[in-house]
């Protein structure tokens, strides 16, 4: 897995939180290590399928980042996680996907998505069980952290 | 999403269970609402991709379950879920999805299936974000309960 592949899913979550959430999230330090697990309170997932590699996507919220990017983008700040904010996870998890599926395909990378679905639970981990490499690398602003990780079978 | 699209993915859990772990669940009542969720402590987590149809599937256990699972499988019964534990979870949520897809080729029904994911986090809940029907369905035992649920658009 190179950077070319990865880069676009970076750069689409960076775009999408940009534009509909008008908020900028600074990128920390990309980790490869196999035992590294994603912590949050609630996640995005998505699969991958492509003709030569399949992988899972998943893009992890402390709760008072994702409540935030909620009020940025719809106007109201609920008090907890409720079933719109775990419909917006969903979305963003959709178009991050979708948005770097769009710029891997103009380089002749292309993979089908799954559906997302959304995990919510104080402090759950993540673990992408596949045989290739990972890539986890966090999101950060005032508000909280988002992790970003990506895992593909070559 | 008809009957015969689900009953494969039930049939291949309890075979699984019985073959792998020498367990026999018992399958409750599926439930088709829109507003329902799993509920529990470890999740696996898939993403499918079809030519016709995409979709998600999903395994939550209660701890005390999947411990016993891991007993009468590996002969070992840790004190928690460790990484052996959610290492079990991706494998059983590949063999699951793999039996179900190939008793669905045999039918004409062809996907491709994601590489698992794995949730943990006590009492957490899980909700497949997809336009399509869904369907969950409880599995119990002495030890506790497993939910699948299967979500595919059309």
């Known amino acids: 897995m190179n950077v070319n592949f ?5 750069e689409s979550l960076l775009n999408v939180l940009k534009t509909m959430a008008s908020m900028e999230l600074k990128p920390g330090k990309p ?3 196999k035992d590294n697990i994603a912590k949050g309170d609630v996640s995005g997932l ?3 399928v492509g003709p030569q590699t399949k992988g899972s996507l998943s893009i992890t919220f402390e709760e008072s980042l994702i409540l935030e990017i909620m009020n940025n983008m ?8 409720n079933e719109e904010v775990t419909d917006l996870v969903g979305e963003i ?4 996907t979708g948005g770097a599926k769009k710029l891997l395909g103009d380089k002749g990378y292309e993979f089908e998505m799954a559906t997302p679905v959304v995990v919510f639970g104080k402090d759950h981990t993540i673990a992408h069980k596949s045989d290739g490499q990972k890539i986890i690398m966090p999101f950060t602003c005032d508000h909280g952290t988002a992790y970003i990780e990506i895992c593909f079978e070559v």
């Open 46 to 48: 998505i699969g991958m």
């Open 93 to 96: 998890t959709n178009m991050v």
């Open 74 to 81: 719809l106007g109201e700040r609920p008090s907890s996680v």
């Open 31 to 33: 980790n490869l290590k």
């Open 6 to 10: 990865i880069n676009p899913f970076l």
